[in-house]
């Protein structure tokens, strides 16, 4: 359904984002980009396409442990699979930008007699252990699971570009948010939350809630109407933001 040319909303749901990452949040992303990446996949055939890091920062180190399917054709022994394991946590660990700690597939068993013992499978992922997750907890429009900040519950695989807010209201929210920095350079630190009305045009949210933290230094008062172009400016462009997500040229997970 359109109106005035401008898709309905079709659900009562809300979208959000932030912007700039935390230290964590970019390390997270960096690293995963090293395990996603054509010189480590070159290097270790054996690293399989079904991948989880989770970052911690402890007093100011940053660790990751990591879940990554191996692909049994490539690994000849489970001595060559711990083989194979230490190799990439050395591989990683000299390759990132700051000292950081990585562990692979902790609940492996360094006896293990046979692969029930480590994380070994055919195709590469854990589907075939019945672990889809198509949509699940991990798609996340900038990449990340971020428990410590506002985030939606919604899905955006799977949904249109036009009318699913799942979709739709994710997206804007992040790209809000680095508008929002990017424009406004007093603020260090933006959250954006877009909640949507079931039926009403996708352009006109039932509520825009704005979460900014200013720089070091920045005088008060600040005129918070300076905030109002940024997002209406964001929400007109909406339907050139569909064409972006419809043609592929925005990642949703």
């Given at each position: 359904?359109?109106?005035?040319?401008?898709?309905?909303?079709?659900?009562?749901?809300?979208?959000?984002?932030?912007?700039?990452?935390?230290?964590?949040?970019?390390?997270?992303?960096?690293?995963?980009?090293?395990?996603?990446?054509?010189?480590?996949?070159?290097?270790?055939?054996?690293?399989?396409?079904?991948?989880?890091?989770?970052?911690?920062?402890?007093?100011?180190?940053?660790?990751?442990?990591?879940?990554?399917?191996?692909?049994?054709?490539?690994?000849?022994?489970?001595?060559?699979?711990?083989?194979?394991?230490?190799?990439?946590?050395?591989?990683?660990?000299?390759?990132?930008?700051?000292?950081?700690?990585?562990?692979?597939?902790?609940?492996?068993?360094?006896?293990?007699?046979?692969?029930?013992?480590?994380?070994?499978?055919?195709?590469?992922?854990?589907?075939?252990?019945?672990?889809?997750?198509?949509?699940?907890?991990?798609?996340?429009?900038?990449?990340?699971?971020?428990?410590?900040?506002?985030?939606?519950?919604?899905?955006?695989?799977?949904?249109?570009?036009?009318?699913?807010?799942?979709?739709?209201?994710?997206?804007?929210?992040?790209?809000?948010?680095?508008?929002?920095?990017?424009?406004?350079?007093?603020?260090?630190?933006?959250?954006?939350?877009?909640?949507?009305?079931?039926?009403?045009?996708?352009?006109?949210?039932?509520?825009?809630?704005?979460?900014?933290?200013?720089?070091?230094?920045?005088?008060?008062?600040?005129?918070?109407?300076?905030?109002?172009?940024?997002?209406?400016?964001?929400?007109?462009?909406?339907p050139v933001l569909s064409m972006r997500l419809a043609r592929g040229e925005l990642r949703v997970f």
């Amino acid at each position: 359904m359109v109106h005035a040319g401008i898709p309905l909303a079709n659900d009562t749901s809300f979208g959000a984002g932030h912007a700039p990452c935390s230290r964590l949040e970019q390390a997270v992303l960096d690293f995963s980009s090293l395990l996603r990446g054509g010189e480590f996949r070159r290097a270790f055939p054996a690293a399989g396409d079904d991948l989880k890091v989770m970052g911690r920062r402890i007093d100011g180190e940053i660790g990751m442990t990591v879940a990554l399917a191996f692909v049994d054709r490539e690994v000849r022994s489970v001595d060559d699979y711990f083989a194979l394991k230490a190799a990439m946590e050395s591989w990683l660990t000299a390759r990132l930008a700051e000292p950081c700690s990585v562990r692979i597939n902790t609940l492996d068993a360094r006896d293990a007699g046979d692969e029930s013992g480590i994380y070994l499978t055919v195709t590469g992922t854990s589907a075939e252990h019945a672990d889809d997750g198509q949509v699940g907890r991990g798609n996340r429009v900038n990449g990340l699971i971020t428990p410590s900040r506002t985030m939606s519950l919604e899905a955006a695989a799977g949904k249109n570009p036009v009318s699913h807010v799942g979709k739709l209201y994710n997206v804007l929210a992040l790209e809000m948010a680095r508008a929002l920095r990017v424009n406004i350079p007093e603020l260090c630190e933006v959250s954006v939350q877009l909640l949507s009305a079931i039926g009403e045009p996708v352009d006109r949210p039932l509520l825009v809630g704005l979460g900014c933290c200013l720089e070091e230094g920045v005088a008060l008062p600040f005129d918070e109407r300076r905030l109002l172009p940024v997002v209406q400016a964001r929400l007109a462009e909406l339907p050139v933001l569909s064409m972006r997500l419809a043609r592929g040229e925005l990642r949703v997970f």
